[in-house]
């Protein structure tokens, strides 16, 4: 079991671009979840998938926001048209759900994104 | 929605103290888990505790969910400690995500 991986690690882009970030869930987990966390606060949802279906989405994901999860493995979040309050760190987590309450999350390392 | 508060928010320790983390939160919820952040921004998973007591060495932590805390107990702290600690609970609405609290940053002096 390698854990959740995620891809790039550090990104620095212009304010305008687009950038994408990809996290690469534990196997054989069955949801995936994106948070955004920006200095001295904790971690704050954005949005999860179980398996290929995008469930939930935050207030926080924009319209210049977008995720997928094409074939319930790996996902890929897409930020068009960066602003310099997009700056944060970008967490990636995934559980397995089989059944009932049972939610342990375990979170990759996070894509740190720099909007000059 | 549910609220989350850490206290302290900061705590400086000698190494080899004790320490109490503490969480509250508004609502009664499904889930909840420990997590220790290390300087590279790392979340570490040290306790899914959504009630009861457990212990993980020089770790334990306990979840009082009728009354809405846990608490998170470092022994014998080393310098290898220092992070920030948070607490995330998953409430009863019926989604999945997670909601953290502001953070307990700690630092062990040598």
């Known amino acids: 079991d390698t854990g959740v991986s995620q891809d790039p690690r550090h990104k620095i882009t212009k304010r305008g671009q687009n950038v994408t970030f990809r996290c690469d869930p534990i196997?054989?987990?069955?949801?995936l979840y994106w948070y955004r966390q920006t200095l001295g606060q904790g971690p704050e949802f954005l949005t999860y998938?179980?398996?290929?279906?995008?469930?939930?989405k935050s207030r926080l994901l924009s319209d210049r926001f977008s995720a997928e999860r094409p074939k319930g493995s790996f996902s890929t979040l897409e930020i068009q048209r960066t602003e310099q309050g997009d700056s944060a760190m970008y967490l990636c987590a995934s559980s397995l759900n089989p059944q009932g309450l049972l939610n342990e999350q375990f979170f990759g390392p996070g894509t740190r994104l720099t909007v000059l | 929605g549910i609220q989350v508060e850490q206290s302290p928010p900061d705590l400086i320790l000698q190494e080899g103290a004790n320490s109490t983390l503490r969480c509250n939160f508004s609502d009664s919820v499904n889930n909840l888990q420990w997590f220790h952040q290390n300087p590279w921004g790392q979340l570490i998973n040290l306790f899914y505790i959504p009630s009861g007591t457990k212990q993980n060495g020089r770790l334990s932590a306990t979840t009082v969910a009728t009354e809405r805390y846990s608490l998170l107990y470092i022994s014998s702290s080393q310098t290898t400690d220092s992070g920030v600690y948070f607490c995330?609970?998953?409430?009863?609405?019926?989604?999945?995500?997670?909601?953290f609290g502001t953070g307990t940053r700690l630092k062990v002096l040598a």
């Open positions: 998938f179980q398996n290929e279906a995008q469930l939930e």
């Open positions: 995330a609970v998953e409430g009863t609405s019926g989604t999945y995500k997670y909601i």
């Open positions: 196997s054989e987990h069955n949801r």
